[in-house]
């Protein structure tokens, strides 16, 4: 019987999965932990910091869980702001999820990397999938040790664990936790609620995005594939679109002409100069038949209907 664990439940993209898993699992099969207190779920719930392995393992035997949607995590900007801590919760929270499924020889493991593991080096145009990994950022660093750990255990123990190179992600039902990325969520709210935004990257920064729907059917899609159709693990390139902070205005101004946006780039600049512009997800679309719906134009119109009521 499939029971699934998620860490990191209660952020952007563990908020969006979990329903869906609900969906697919129903709500009695999908525990939800995070460090965070006072939720309130229909989703059984468990107050874990990642690093506390000894709960995690009681987690783990008490409830039978057979997959585990690694989610906890310290995101690129909150991480540069404390890179020690970045390590520490991303590599040995990791460790401690590796460690434990393969004692109690689990299923299967879902641990997302992201674009931030590029840095120098690479063509930012159409960036290959086995390209030159040389990241800039501490939570960079810990994406690519992360890919290279999973890889390892999958060689090593047979650990069948699964990650993307998430792009940066758009939703409307969770606010981003302090990515790089985040401007493309905050410019709606401003953008309803203020008819203004103050980006804090500049007009031309070209940038890798997709919206929750892709990035959730992207990790199900993934999760389904038969095995033996993988030649990559926890490392997939899966892309959808690119756009820059000027043209997302554009697409915005389509729908409240008054909207006007304005620059004032900060220390994220350079970590998105860093990043692709574009990625070539070839692998993706191969191996397990990835595909996107989501464009600019779709992404925008369903943003300003679903935030128009609650913002
Ligand atoms: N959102 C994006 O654009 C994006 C892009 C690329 C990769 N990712 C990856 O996807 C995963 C989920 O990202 P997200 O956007 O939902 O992030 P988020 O910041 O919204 O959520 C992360 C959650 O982890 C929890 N957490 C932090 N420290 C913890 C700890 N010590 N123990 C347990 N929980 C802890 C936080 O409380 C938060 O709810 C991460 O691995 C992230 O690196 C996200």
């Known amino acids: 019987m499939t029971k699934i664990l998620i860490t990191g439940a209660l952020g952007q993209i563990g908020t969006a999965l979990t329903t869906a898993l609900n969906n697919k699992y129903g709500v009695q099969n999908v525990i939800i932990s995070d460090i965070k207190e006072d939720f309130k779920s229909d989703n059984k719930y468990y107050k874990l910091n990642i690093l506390d392995k000894t709960e995690l393992e009681r987690i783990i035997i008490e409830e039978k869980i057979t997959i585990i949607y690694h989610l906890a995590a310290l995101l690129s900007a909150t991480g540069e702001k404390n890179p020690i801590l970045c390590w520490d919760i991303n590599m040995n929270g990791t460790l401690n999820i590796l460690d434990l499924s393969v004692k109690h020889k689990l299923f299967r493991i879902f641990m997302p990397s992201s674009i931030a593991v590029w840095g120098q080096g690479i063509n930012r145009d159409n960036t290959e999938q086995d390209s030159v990994l040389k990241p800039t950022t501490m939570y960079g ?171």
């Not at 792009?167 to 039902?173: A, F, K, M």
């Not at 970590?271 to 191996?287: C, L, T, V, Y």
């Open 141 to 311: 660093v810990t994406k690519v040790a992360g890919e290279v750990l999973a890889n390892y255990y999958f060689d090593k123990y047979q650990l069948d664990i699964r990650g993307i190179r998430y792009p940066g992600i758009i939703s409307s039902e969770t606010l981003p936790g302090g990515g790089t990325t985040d401007y493309a969520v905050e410019i709606f709210y401003e953008a309803l609620k203020h008819k203004k935004y103050e980006c804090f990257l500049s007009e031309d920064t070209m940038l890798p995005m997709m919206y929750m729907e892709d990035c959730i059917k992207a990790t199900l899609d993934l999760m389904d594939a038969p095995v033996e159709n993988l030649v990559h693990h926890a490392d997939f390139n899966v892309a959808a679109i690119s756009f820059t902070p000027k043209t997302l205005a554009e697409e915005i101004k389509k729908h409240i002409p008054e909207f006007e946006i304005t620059y004032n780039p900060d220390y994220r600049q350079k970590i998105a100069d860093s990043w692709p512009k574009s990625i070539d997800d070839s692998s993706a679309r191969k191996e397990w038949n990835w595909n996107h719906s989501y464009d600019l134009a779709k992404l925008t119109a369903t943003m300003i209907n679903n935030l128009k009521n609650k913002v």
